[in-house]
């Protein structure tokens, strides 16, 4: 994988738009081909958040609402399994409210949900539980767990704005600790927060770092009762922008588009994929709805298709 000085990563944001997404466009086809994923993800457990994460509406700090429920059962994890697996998409993560894991009994408790999605769908599962050790991770894994999820929301200088119940490092340990579980790793971030231009960049450069296996890219959408409830912070040429370095940086690995993709980007959706991303979530985002997946999967053949004659007709694939 090449390597960036900070000094070309900004010289590379500072190209015109249309370049800097010419350039990204043509690194995915040449890496990934056709390649496209199609994840979905279940609010696994729901609000009473202990941190003060200032986007986010299951924080017990903020006024705003979400619901509020213990860990789904088995039975009701492996039906939403299975109707994910039915929509196409390919891999389906449980994510949880809280801080993370915390003991072994919860760990247990998931690993019990993933073994029962495993043996019923076969669908890949991933899981978003928050802060882990290597211990709790080891049985997730040993249950059938592909892959965690844990983004790092930000850069390291800007994280401490939007977030001090917990350390930057520890997000980063906790990526490292699923590494050495064995697991491969999911893990991006969420723009828009007031970040700079400047601090973006160093985020992308951070998962780079990582070698991450899949780059989330989430738009804030801001929620009423949080700390972050004004209006948008952030451009579409600025988040295009974005995934188009993203891309460079990480040329083998989905870019996905996550929350925020249709309610920020909206009628620009297509422009991403032109500058570079490959992958999204479809079905909702824990605390807001997402578009009809129908639409989604209609505009998904869509861009395979002008992929496929730009790579000379080349069969799709699937991560």
Known sequence: MPTFSKHEIESLALMPLADIMGIARRIKLVNRNTSFSLCTITNARSGKCTEDCAFCAQSARHASRSPEYGLKPVDQLVREASNAQKTG?????????GRGIESMRQAEEIAERIAAIREQTGISVCASLGIARCEHLEILKQAGLSRYHHNLETSRDFFPSICTTHTFDQ??????????????????????LGESREQRLSLGRTLAELAVDSVPVNILVPIKGTPLEGPPRISIPEILRTIAIFRILMPSIPIRLAGGRDSILKDFQGMAFNAG?????????????????????????????????????????EE
């Open 277 to 317: 991303a490959d992958a999204m979530l479809i079905g909702g985002y824990l605390t807001v709805r997402g578009r009809a997946v129908e639409e989604d999967l209609a505009m998904v053949e869509e861009i395979r298709k002008i992929w496929s004659e730009e790579c000379g007709g080349g069969l799709f694939s």
């Open 89 to 97: 998409a390919t891999r389906f993560s449980l994510v949880t409210s």
């Open 171 to 192: 997000r980063v340990n906790t990526i490292r600790a699923a590494r050495k579980a064995g697991l491969e790793v999911c893990a991006g971030g969420l723009i828009g």
